[in-house]
Each structure stands twice: as structure tokens, then as C-alpha cells.
């Protein structure tokens, strides 16, 4: 990602941020006691989020993990059932893109770490060019989706998740 894009996305992060502080802080705590995000703001204000960061993302290639070894263990099981080749190959490929029931869980809670992050970034004064969380989004997923993914934010982070087209890494369609 060029120094112009990641500029870019930091002015607007200062829009999108700046004036909804007090909304993304709500949404956080829907999900965490407020206590919890008034100690994560303090104890990581100057600090950056490279923990946060590093847990949303592996958090998602987790995910993206499980749902490889999802359609091997199904491919696996047609061949030890002795089904042909081209059955085992279906099996495990739609195994592989079926989301897992927890797939949407893991993805807010990588995406709120992500927001929160950049949240931490913004408000704790620190160089918006060097938050791990708005790089890894930009480096993983592009400015649009950051740009949703913010939004989204000061919105119901329940819908974090289909906001970034996780639905899409769970199906396989994207590679990181």
C-alpha cells in the first residue's frame, strides 16, 4: 500500500472517527463491561494496538484454517467410505466454503478488536500511519472495506463482520 492510500485512510479515519468517539465507545461496551474498555483506552493510549492487531488477525486466518481442515476431514471420511474421486473433491470443496456456526462470532470479535484498535490509535494521539490495525485492514482488505469496517463501528457491531464480506473468506473465495 502506497504512503498516498495510507494517507488517504488516515484523514478518513479522522472523519469517520473523530466525531463519533462516544458512539464507538457504546458499541463497545454492548460487547465488553465498560470498565474493560475504559482500562483497554487508558492502559493503551501512546501505545499503539500491535496485540490487537496480531490477535484480530489470527483470529481470521484461524478461522480461514478451520474451515480448510473442515472440508478435508469430509473429503477424507467419502474416500474412506470408498465414494469416487470427483464426490470427495464436491464434498470437501463445499465443506470448505459452508460457513461453521461460529464463524460470524469469530469474525466480530476480530473485526471489534480491529475497530477498537484504531479507536485506541486515534484517540491515544499516536501516528495513524503506524496503528497495526488500520494497517493490517488496509494491507488485508483495501480502503473500502476499512472504510465499511469504521462505519460499521459507529453503527451495531454485530453487522462488523458482513460489513468486511467475511462471509467471503469463510467460502474461500479470497486468499490472504
Not at 470427483?86 to 466454503?97: D, G, M, N, V
Request: net charge positive; glycine share 12%; aromatic share 6%.
Amino acid at each position: 500500500m502506497s504512503r498516498a492510500e495510507t494517507d488517504s485512510a488516515v484523514r478518513a479515519c479522522a472523519q469517520l472517527v473523530g466525531g463519533g468517539g462516544d458512539v464507538i465507545a457504546a458499541q463497545a461496551v454492548r460487547y465488553v463491561a465498560p470498565e474493560t474498555w475504559s482500562a483497554l483506552v487508558e492502559r493503551h493510549r501512546g501505545k499503539g494496538c500491535d496485540a490487537l492487531a496480531a490477535f484480530a488477525r489470527a483470529l481470521l486466518d484461524g478461522k480461514k484454517s478451520l474451515h480448510g481442515m473442515f472440508g478435508n476431514v469430509v473429503g477424507r471420511l467419502l474416500a474412506a467410505l470408498g465414494r469416487p474421486r470427483i464426490e470427495q473433491a464436491f464434498a470437501r470443496e463445499l465443506a470448505t466454503r459452508v460457513p461453521l456456526p461460529f464463524g460470524q462470532e469469530v469474525a466480530l470479535a476480530a473485526r471489534g478488536l480491529q475497530a477498537a484498535g484504531i479507536f485506541v490509535c486515534f484517540t491515544g494521539g499516536a501516528v495513524m500511519g503506524d496503528c497495526a490495525c488500520l494497517q493490517d485492514l488496509l494491507a488485508h482488505e483495501g480502503r473500502a472495506k476499512f472504510e465499511n469496517l469504521l462505519q460499521g463501528a459507529l453503527q451495531d457491531w454485530a453487522e462488523l463482520p458482513a460489513r468486511m464480506r467475511d462471509d467471503a473468506i469463510a467460502s474461500g473465495s479470497r486468499t490472504t
